[in-house]
């Protein structure tokens, strides 16, 4: 059974949430890091767009300043996300495909969702993997709704994957966020992410806390990829590579807005 590190629930700003995910794949593709779990939460809330996307496209970026709402590029792909400050659980996981026991992406997503799924049994919902499509990265759904999605970045023979657990939501405050080209106003767009997507809340009719989310994550985890999770830190390296990534790159307009970036 191989060792991974845990990094404890913490919570970060859009920019710094990001720079820590880079600085951990930088770190383990240089050898200097274990394979690692992390889960993260946002504050203040923020929307995150994949890399290749455009940004005047995917939000609404007048209704994100009124609000107090960050806008940040990922370096993973996939597409735009709402990330609540009360509402979700983000997981990263950094590892390398011969420790995931995978040799293709289809592989990898198939062996990070199989935590989710058994993480989510534990908390008593059953949930299903879908495969995505060209247009659409792998899911999790309950009875045919999205619950957690998530995307990947590849690099030298390691993988981050990161991505969302809906503990409850709030479909107004999402697509006053988010651009949906198709939609005459925001209430016609609402109507049908109802049917789309679902939470924790929703399928359980109750609340459930992040300590209890997070608990529930280590055990999937360590169950389905057969692990042990061993409680660590950010190095002093990683901590210092993440300041820099997050002042160099993840404020930045080039980089948020254009996605142009110096590394």
């Not at 820590?20 to 993260?40: K, M, P, S, V």
Request: net charge negative; with cysteine; proline share 1%.
């Amino acid at each position: 059974m191989d060792d991974w590190r845990l990094l404890k629930l913490e919570t970060y700003d859009a920019f710094m949430n990001m720079a820590i995910d880079e600085a951990i794949l930088n770190a383990r593709i240089e050898g200097l890091i274990t394979d690692t779990l992390r889960f993260y939460r946002w504050k203040p809330s923020a929307v995150s767009i994949g890399k290749f996307q455009r940004v005047e496209e995917e939000v609404q970026l007048e209704n994100c300043t009124e609000r107090g709402i960050d806008v940040v590029r990922r370096i993973t792909g996939g597409g735009t996300v709402y990330h609540d400050a009360e509402d979700e659980i983000t997981y990263s996981v950094v590892a390398s495909k011969e420790s995931l026991k995978a040799n293709d992406i289809a592989e990898v997503y198939a062996r990070i969702y199989s935590g989710l799924t058994e993480a989510l049994g534990v908390l008593g919902v059953a949930a299903d993997f879908n495969e995505g499509s060209a247009k659409a990265c792998p899911n999790l759904t309950v009875n045919g709704r999205k619950i957690s999605g998530s995307a990947q970045c590849h690099k030298r023979g390691v993988v981050l994957q990161h991505g969302t657990i809906l503990a409850d939501v709030n479909l107004e405050k999402m697509f006053a966020c988010l651009r949906v080209p198709w939609a005459k106003n925001c209430v016609q767009v609402v109507a049908v992410a109802r049917q789309k997507i679902t939470s924790l809340r929703n399928e359980l009719g109750k609340n459930v806390s992040a300590e209890e989310m997070n608990q529930a994550l280590i055990e999937g985890f360590q169950k389905a990829l057969g692990i042990k999770l061993v409680s660590g830190e950010l190095t002093s390296h990683e901590r210092e590579l993440a300041e820099a990534l997050c002042r160099q790159k993840y404020v930045t307009d080039d980089w948020n807005l254009r996605g142009r970036s110096s590394d």
